[in-house]
């Protein structure tokens, strides 16, 4: 089955660039998410690219999709301590719009 | 916005009773929701997909009489943990997806805490 890999943990400097990396196995995913969980709550939708994109760029994140190697990634620019949270990459099924998670990147931002 | 909400946040129950989480598309018609479980520091994983008015597709593994969904309506889901044992005890979230939206139109809840005792 599909299967959506990602790095569980990411520690940065207040104002130093994040880097999210995610690694899918579907070759028809049609559409990748990128998920923000804080703790104890649900997810907010951060952005999402089209899977004939290579960047989509939205304010302080930037998304890169690389197809061939089945490899996206979420850049964050100047991060704050509110950026620290749990970050999930999604890939989706064209036919039923399920969603298949990655295991999630712990993002711990350091004053 | 699309505002998903869930009740309760928090529940706790006793091992053998059954417990009802509500998921509710507050300011949209939601065609289809999402059940997912989530484990501490884990991923979610999908249990069901839930279509209104339409008997509920389950994942692999997940045991369709344990986990009762019901999609009575264009902005409500609910999800009955039938006979709760201590191993049900996750984090139970839902989503919903706008009617005609695309694929990125998927909304979470803030989640449901379970704890079986």
């Known amino acids: 089955g599909e299967d959506v890999e990602q790095s569980l943990f990411l520690s940065v400097r207040e104002g130093d660039s994040s880097v999210i990396n995610c690694t899918y196995t579907?070759?028809?995913?049609?559409?990748l998410y990128w998920y923000k969980q804080e703790p104890g709550a649900g997810l907010q939708l951060l952005t999402y690219?089209?899977?004939?994109?290579d960047m989509k760029q939205d304010q302080r994140l930037t998304v890169l999709l690389n197809k061939k190697d089945k490899h996206l990634s979420l850049r964050i620019a100047d991060t704050q301590t509110g950026d620290s949270a749990i970050y999930f990459c999604?890939?989706?099924?064209?036919?039923?719009?399920?969603?298949?998670f990655g295991s999630g990147t712990r993002l711990l931002v350091r004053p | 916005g699309a505002v998903v909400s869930q009740h309760p946040s928090r529940v706790i129950c006793k091992s053998g009773t059954s417990v009802k989480i509500e998921c509710r598309s507050l300011?949209?018609?939601?065609?289809?929701m999402f059940w997912y479980r989530q484990f501490p520091k884990k991923s979610l994983m999908l249990m069901a997909t839930?279509?209104?008015?339409?008997?509920?597709?389950?994942e692999q593994g997940v045991e369709k009489d344990k986990f009762l969904i019901n999609h009575a309506s264009l902005t409500l889901s609910t999800l009955t943990v039938t006979s709760a044992h201590p191993e049900d005890s996750s984090f139970y979230i839902c989503?919903?997806?706008?009617?005609?939206?695309?694929?990125?139109?998927?909304?979470f809840g803030p989640g449901t805490r379970l704890t079986v005792t």
């Open positions: 989503s919903a997806s706008r009617l005609a939206g695309g694929p990125h139109e998927q909304y």
């Open positions: 579907d070759s028809s995913s049609t559409y």
């Open positions: 690219i089209f899977s004939n994109m």
């Open positions: 999604a890939d989706s099924m064209d036919s039923s719009y399920k969603l298949i």
């Open positions: 300011d949209f018609q939601a065609t289809t």
């Open positions: 839930s279509n209104e008015g339409s008997k509920a597709t389950y």
